[in-house]
């Protein structure tokens, strides 16, 4: 998968470069552009999760609810960071057979990258640790999905409620729902669980851009 496979250096070093810079439209090397993800992440100075990390690593949640409250509880712009990095597996998720990347992929290399251990800590410890976050993350992101299936679904409910709504197609009536035009409806592999949701999906679309991935 795209996430899995590391650059040369030199390539990474000037897809940076170009991000830093604000050329977004010369960048071509999309391996260096996943690897920047994770860097960035890897590189800020303490961890997304830092104000609510102590849950995390003892692994006291056991349940999406449990996740996605404690996610509620961070910070703006930890909590709005976590909100775009859940929507980007989203995206990519939707590209699978381009890509090569499934949801518990993504899980899985982004794990080490959102909470680094100190250098002092024990292999086995951060095997576990890396374990954890790993598990945390699977679960927000089984909350995540089951939010946009509540969405869709009241969504289609309103649609479904107005005048003249008996006569539309399912394919219409979704695309009208979500508010786009020329659609057709796919579904996205969730997680162990049979978590899935269904998305809109038109022929223009793209997988999600990175932000500029700056040293914080």
């Not at 292999?123 to 089984?142: H, Y």
Request: proline content about 6%; aromatic content about 6%.
């Amino acid at each position: 998968g795209i996430f899995r496979v590391s650059p040369a250096s030199s390539q990474l070093k000037a897809t940076r470069s170009l991000f830093e810079s604000g050329k977004h439209k010369e960048i071509r090397d999309m391996e260096s552009v996943a690897h920047l993800v994770k860097l960035w992440f890897r590189e800020l100075p303490q961890s997304i999760f830092a104000p609510e990390l102590g849950a995390i690593v003892d692994g006291t949640l056991q349940t999406a609810e449990q996740c996605a409250a404690l996610c509620s509880r961070l910070p703006e712009p930890n909590r709005t960071t976590v909100r775009w990095l859940l929507e980007l597996i989203v995206d990519l998720c939707r590209y699978e057979s381009d890509n090569r990347m499934t949801a518990q992929g993504l899980c899985i290399v982004f794990a080490p990258n959102l909470v680094n251990p100190p250098d002092s800590m024990d292999l086995l410890l951060q095997v576990e640790l890396n374990k954890r976050v790993k598990e945390f993350l699977e679960l927000l992101f089984q909350a995540h999905t089951l939010t946009l299936t509540l969405s869709l679904s009241l969504s289609l409910s309103l649609t479904l409620a107005l005048p003249g709504a008996q006569h539309l197609g399912w394919e219409q009536v979704t695309r009208e729902g979500c508010g786009r035009r020329g659609g057709h409806v796919s579904a996205f592999p969730g997680l162990q669980g049979g978590v899935g949701v269904a998305h809109v999906k038109t022929e223009e679309d793209k997988v999600a851009a990175p932000p500029a991935c700056k040293t914080v």
